[in-house]
Structure formats: C-alpha cells, structure tokens
C-alpha cells in the first residue's frame, strides 16, 4: 500500500543526535533533505515534533514544578524545533507552515483545521508546534489527534529502533521484531509503541501507525510506500 497523506512523528530527543542537549543542524539538515525527497515525489506531509531535547514537562514536575506549568513550557520548546525544522526544508526548497495550537501569530499561524488542509493540498509541509495546546497530553497524542483531523492515512512513527520488539533487543540478544501487530495485542501487552491515549485514537479512526528506524537513509519514502520497514501496527500480529 502506498499512503497519500501522511502524518510524522519526530522526537525531539533525535533532534539533538549525539550532542546531549538542544538542537543538531546537522540531524535536522538530514531529516529536511529525506523529507524534501518525499514531497517531490508528490506525497503530503505533516509533522508532530516533540521537545524533549529542550525540555520535558513529565521530568520537571516529578521534580516539583506544577504539571500543567511544565507541559506548557514543554509545549513551546516543541514550537522551537518546528521553527528549526522549517528553517531547514525552506533553505531545502520546500514550502513549509508552522502551525501552533498555542497563539503565537508573529511566528507562526494558528492551528485551524481546514488551513492544514489546504496546506497539504497545496504541496506545502505543515508543522505542527504546541502539542494539542492542552497539559497531560503527549506529542504522540497529538500526532494520533491530527492525523484523525486532517484524515491521514498513516502515522510514522520515527525511532532510533527498527521496529517493536517482544523483549528488549539490548538485554536480550534473541528478542524477535514484530512485523505487524494489532491494536489490541499493543494495549494489552503495554508494548510502549505510543501511549494509550494515542493507540487509542487510532484504532478508533483504523489509522495504521509505522514504527521504523528514521537513522537509515531512504526509510521514510519506503515506509510511505508501504515497503516492509520497522513494525506496522493495525494489522495481525506476527513476529519476524
């Protein structure tokens, strides 16, 4: 199968590569010039990135800080790295908005559903910045939500790990990757692929999501595809 409208979600942490702490501009040069590759082959393209390379709401407040302070905080260290990233795919060529789900109008638009649309229809990427604009909700609920809202085919899910696994692959040298699994088998085995609240939705909206290693090149066109990379979750459950 080969998905037209695509949602993908991208950790913050991989923004920052090896340094430890903030941003990368080489990781994020490589993850434009992969994306660009997938606009000029016609495909659309939104992306949820997270902040954890900044900052991490969970982190701060079971050090103390309210909840709802420190997800807000996270919230706008999300909207940095997709200002960051548009950075990189518009000096890539590729036409790119920034929309947040937090008012931020000198920087970026609002997030209003129909303009991500037409965004999309338009051949622009679209960047969504702000999580859903409300505390207690991670990036990868974002992601499962606006995937739902702008009817996405699939969401990818961009790893440092090529797929999901029944155990963990750096402890146990014979843990087997799943090539597909059901909505269900994730929720009940608590397999961590997204949270719940993010399985859920898309279930919910029968949106697949795809678990795939972003470090190797060309896997993001071949996921679109519907080339055999990582774990697709949505379908049956089998093992490799």
Request: hydrophobic share 45%.
């Amino acid at each position: 199968m080969t998905y037209r409208r695509v949602l993908l979600k991208l950790s913050g942490e991989y923004l920052m590569g090896n340094l430890g702490y903030g941003i990368d501009p080489k990781v994020v040069a490589d993850i434009a010039e992969e994306i660009s590759e997938v606009v000029e082959q016609g495909f659309q393209l939104a992306i949820v990135v997270g902040g954890g390379n900044i900052f991490r709401g969970v982190k701060a407040a079971s050090a103390g800080m309210d909840r709802a302070t420190a997800d807000y905080i996270g919230m706008i260290a999300t909207v940095m790295n997709a200002m960051t990233l548009q950075d990189a795919l518009e000096r890539a060529n590729i036409p790119t908005r920034v929309l947040t789900a937090i008012a931020m109008q000198e920087v970026a638009e609002p997030y209003i559903r129909r303009r991500a649309i037409r965004h999309l229809e338009k051949g622009r990427v679209i960047v969504f910045g702000a999580g859903s604009g409300n505390p207690f909700f991670t990036t990868d609920t974002t992601a499962a939500l606006r995937a739902a809202e702008i009817d996405a085919d699939v969401v990818l899910k961009a790893t440092k790990v090529d797929g999901v696994y029944d155990s963990d692959p750096a402890l146990n040298p014979d843990a087997r990757r799943y090539q597909s699994l059901n909505y269900g088998h994730v929720l009940t085995h608590d397999l961590r692929v997204m949270d719940s609240t993010a399985i859920a939705l898309c279930k919910e909206n029968n949106i697949p999501i795809v678990i795939f290693d972003l470090s190797v090149r060309g896997n993001i066109v071949r996921a679109i595809q519907g080339e055999p990379v990582g774990t697709i979750v949505g379908g049956f459950c089998e093992v490799s």
